[in-house]
């Protein structure tokens, strides 16, 4: 039986819904195009940061510096970084990217002030994205700032990124919202197309060696996907937009898993830059022999088939059946 692995992600049509998601591995036409030979279905670029458009590096190197403090193995796969770039060779690279690739390109920018800085949205559709990610990446650490005030400034963002392109735009998410499912319908109706759920902040670490405060990145394990499988969930079918999954998806069945809560596709970051691009066809042969052994004939029809509208216990996703797994557990201390 042949399996069918298309997807629809933002009105565009991918192979299969293995995506690498903004990382370094996305940063240069070079190792786009190993990613393309491996059979990702899309790429989504690394971020042009509002602090590059603005004239501040500071957060361009910060990202630079915790590169350095990956794996040998991901260093490997390193291509020349992106990050340390101005709008200009941003353009350039989404040009170059769309020339080399068959694939479509989705461009990807960081911020979190609505402002004039948004206007390079434009100047993205015109270099031939043909999608763009708009990372909302902002911590709310003022006193001052409510909850109400917050969410405007993100629905704010979000439509004056959207009313500049007409090309579809993704907004991604944190999960701190006291609200998320009422978020993500604000965002919907302030122009996005899609969500990426989730953003994953860069925690904070302390050296205590040099008593400073120290950037680390940790790349993630397929512990992680829980969370933004479980709002996948708790979104499809309820909020009128594509769904990603970012965060934890390293194993076929990490994959089928975010599927069926609903995800239109999942990217991928820090399984491709442990495995490499090659890990791509590990991924997609194994959610092919998954679904032909349990008779599904497409991604279409196992998308969202265990979301919480359509699986036989909702609550699941709510609570969590808090209570039972709490009690079940058990160590050897108590
Ligand atoms: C070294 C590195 C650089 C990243 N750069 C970006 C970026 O420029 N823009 C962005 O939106 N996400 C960026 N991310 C986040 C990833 O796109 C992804 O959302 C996150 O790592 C979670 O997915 P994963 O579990 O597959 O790694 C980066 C991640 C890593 C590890």
Sequence with gaps: MSVDLRTRYLGLDLAHPIVASASPLTGSIDSLKRLQDAGIAAVVLPSLFEEQIEHDEMSA??????????????????????????????????????????????ASLNG?????????????????ADALE????????????TSAEVEARYVELVES?????SIPVAVKVAPYFSAMANMAARLAKAGARGLVLFNRFLQPDI??????????????????????????????GRVD???????????????????????????????????????VGA?????????????????????????????????????????????SYTSEFV
């Excluded at 979190?112 to 015109?126: C, D, L, M, S, V």
């Excluded at 990124?161 to 392109?165: D, M, N, P, S, Y």
């Excluded at 394990?221 to 708790?234: M, V």
């Excluded at 022999?289 to 909702?314: I, N």
């Design 61 to 106: 190197h910060n990202l630079m510096m915790y590169g350095a403090e990956l794996s040998p193995e991901a260093q490997g796969f390193f291509p020349e970084m992106q990050y340390s770039t101005g709008p200009d060779k941003y353009l350039q690279l989404i040009a170059d990217a769309k020339k080399a690739l068959r694939v479509p390109v989705i």
């Design 161 to 165: 990124v959207t009313r500049q392109v």
């Design 207 to 236: 050296a205590l060696e040099e008593l400073e405060v120290a950037p680390r990145l940790v790349l993630s394990t397929s512990d992680e996907l829980r969370l933004a499988l479980r709002w996948i969930a708790i979104l499809r």
């Design 241 to 279: 937009v594509s769904l990603a999954a970012t965060g934890g998806a390293h194993t076929p069945d990490d994959v089928l898993k975010l599927l069926l809560a609903g995800a239109d596709c999942v990217m991928l970051a820090s399984s491709l830059l442990t495995k490499g691009p090659k890990h």
């Design 283 to 327: 991924l997609v042969r194994g959610i092919e022999a998954w679904m032909r052994e349990r008779e599904y004939a497409s991604v279409a029809q196992l998308k969202g088939s265990l979301s919480q509208e359509s699986c036989p216990d909702p609550d699941a996703f709510e609570r969590a059946n808090y209570m039972k797994a709490l009690k």
């Design 112 to 128: 979190y002030t609505p402002g004039g800085w948004t206007g390079i949205a434009r100047k993205f559709q015109e270099a031939g």
């Design 134 to 145: 708009l990372n909302v990446y902002f911590l709310a650490a003022s006193i001052d700032d």
